[in-house]
Every structure is written in C-alpha cells, then in structure tokens.
C-alpha cells in the first residue's frame, strides 16, 4: 500500500469524538437506558472516548461494552478456519436499553450487519443506534450511521487506516492506495 493522505489528525478525532457524544445525548435526551458497545477492535477505544465525554458533559458513568463479531462474519471461511475470538464483555443487561454501536469505519455495512446479529444473540434491546468515526460509502446493505465524525467519499482501490493512542500510539485517520 501506497500512503496517500492524512484526513484526521488528533485533534480533528477530538472534536469529531466530542459531536458525536453530544449529537447521542441531543438524540437519547440524556444518558437514560443508554449503552455503548465498541466493535472489536478500534470501536472499543471510541466508545470509551465517547462515555469519557458523555461523563465530562453529564456527569455520569455510561456502561460501555465491548463485541467481538468474528463467529458472526458472513466472510469468517476466508479469513481463517481457525479464528481467533475474543471474549464479547457486555457490562450491563441490554433489554429495553439504548444500543449505540461504535466502530471506526463504516464500509459496506456487513460488520454492522455481524454485530447486530450477535446483539439479539444477548437480549431485546429497545433500540440499536450506530455511531462511526469515519462513513467511506460504498454500502452493500441498507445501513446508514446514526452519528458519523466525518464522511469520506473514497474509491474502492483506497483503504481508511485508524490509529489510536491505545491500540497504534498514535491518533490518526489515513487514507493508503492500494497498489
């Protein structure tokens, strides 16, 4: 892969984490029956980023749970025949509560699909929301975010990197070439 821009540096994830958790409070009218979930693996470091604000905003402790999707892959055969799952931790029950799904990107929709999916598989939520830092199109399933940091159109020869303090040491949004 060929590097070919930086479309978020550390201060733009800042302020796109901050309307984010602002435009899910405006949405839930506060934190009542609200969760957040990360997806494996940069949406858990955004869902603790958004309750940290949420907490710095309200003054409350949002549950943040964090799903692994890998059984519920439609893709899993080629990934691998022996993948690794990691534990789904899911801190508090969801049945009846506010679900807001956190992800890095959002691409053809299919990791939303997987971990929606494993979400019934834990209860009856009363709502699922969808929180991305980046929407780069090209959806194959009819699903839209709730809250998105920033919308990137892209080629399908482009992939968006995200990196973070916690998983990369470094905050970032990169777009590489394929070559």
């Known amino acids: 892969?060929?590097?070919?821009?930086?479309?978020?540096?550390?201060?733009?994830?800042?302020?796109?984490?901050?309307?984010?958790?602002?435009?899910?409070l405006e949405k839930n009218k506060g934190t009542e029956n609200l969760v957040l979930v990360g997806i494996k693996t940069r949406g858990v470091p955004i869902a603790r980023r958004i309750a940290a604000k949420i907490k710095e905003f309200e003054g409350k402790n949002l549950n943040v749970g964090i799903l692994d999707i890998t059984l519920y892959r439609d893709d899993l055969e080629k990934i691998d025949y022996n993948p690794i799952v990691n534990n789904t931790i899911l801190t508090s029950d969801i049945n009846g509560k506010v679900i807001v799904l956190v992800d890095d990107v959002i691409y053809t929709g299919r990791t939303v699909r997987a971990a929606m999916d494993a979400i019934i598989d834990y209860g009856r939520p009363s709502a699922i929301l969808l929180a991305v830092l980046i929407d780069r199109g090209h959806?194959?399933?009819?699903?839209?975010?709730?809250?998105?940091?920033?919308?990137?159109?892209?080629?399908?020869?482009?992939?968006?990197?995200?990196?973070?303090?916690?998983?990369?040491?470094?905050?970032?949004?990169?777009?590489?070439?394929?070559?």
């Open 139 to 179: 959806k194959e399933l009819p699903i839209k975010p709730d809250f998105v940091g920033k919308n990137v159109p892209t080629s399908k020869s482009e992939v968006v990197e995200v990196h973070f303090e916690e998983t990369d040491g470094l905050d970032e949004v990169i777009i590489n070439e394929l070559e």
């Open 1 to 24: 892969m060929k590097f070919k821009t930086k479309i978020l540096d550390d201060q733009s994830i800042k302020r796109a984490i901050t309307r984010i958790s602002h435009e899910i």
